[in-house]
């Protein structure tokens, strides 16, 4: 892979840019589009790539990132019709939309990869997780997955489970960040200063994730691990069980994935 296009640098196509150029990529392998003049500039000024319109990105690419919103895709591939000649892949990350809608827009045979990584990109620990289309050989895959590896960790998995996906760690840094704000407000609430409540928040989350990822332990062991009987965390989790938290996760969880089915159907 030479060259990759990322047509819509938002957010989350410009945590894919600045990832690839932390892991090496020059300025002139990576091109981006925007829609203004304004953030085309200051997409040049901070990262040093090339910003052009989409068809001329597209034109040269040897992988194409698809990363504008749902409602969007549709009037982009129309935009570009004619320009994709289906050997690039084509990798979308827009939530909900599946494979199914690219496919039958782009030229016959085009490899299509459905992505869908989360904000933790910017620090290099994002969650990607991809699923081929019909037309995608394992090969297109690994190209896919050696862009996204410099931005944290992927896994491939069957489409349909892509919604639950989306749900979970698409969504995920946002409840992540929800709990935060209310343990940080809970300690300003007790007396701590801010600026202590969040760098203990902070350090407890991210030990908190290290600990689940290397100890090889369940969430739930881990759990149990802090709590003593009669103690002030099992006290604190009862309180959590009394107000249904965990059956608030859940639902929150099933909205996200309606969601995505909702997007799907909207604009398939």
């Not at 969007?72 to 599946?98: K, N, Q, R, T």
């Not at 081929?132 to 090969?139: D, L, Q």
């Not at 689940?212 to 069980?241: F, N």
Request: proline letters at 5%.
């Amino acid at each position: 892979m030479r060259t990759v296009a990322v047509l819509g640098a938002g957010k989350m196509g410009q945590a894919i840019v600045s990832g690839l150029l932390r892991a090496g990529w020059s300025g002139e392998s990576v091109t981006a589009t925007a829609r203004s003049a304004e953030r085309a500039a200051e997409l040049r000024e901070s990262y040093g790539i090339r910003v052009e319109p989409n068809a001329e990105a597209v034109r040269h690419a040897d992988v194409v990132v698809v990363a504008v919103k749902p409602q969007d895709a549709g009037s982009l591939l129309e935009e570009l019709a004619g320009v994709f000649d289906g050997g690039a892949p084509v990798v979308s990350i827009c939530a909900g939309l599946p494979v199914a809608f690219f496919e039958k827009r782009l030229p016959d045979q085009t490899p299509v990869i459905r992505a869908m990584p989360n904000t933790p990109a910017l620090v290099d620990e994002a969650m990607t997780v991809l699923s081929p289309g019909t037309h995608a050989s394992a090969a297109h895959l690994a190209a896919v997955e050696e862009l996204f590896k410099p931005l944290g960790r992927t896994l491939v998995v069957d489409e349909k489970h892509q919604d639950a996906v989306t749900a979970i760690s698409g969504s995920g840094p946002a409840y992540f960040y929800y709990l935060a704000e209310a343990m940080t407000e809970a300690g300003v609430l007790m007396g701590l200063p801010r600026a202590i409540a969040k760098e203990l928040v902070t350090q407890t989350s991210l030990g908190a994730a290290r600990m689940l990822r290397e100890s090889g332990q369940s969430a739930v062991d881990l759990r149990e691990a802090v709590e003593s009987p009669a103690g002030t965390t099992i006290s604190a989790v009862r309180q959590l069980e009394n107000h249904r938290a965990r059956s608030a996760v859940t639902d929150a969880i099933e909205a996200a994935r309606d969601r995505a089915r909702e997007i799907a159907e909207e604009y398939a």
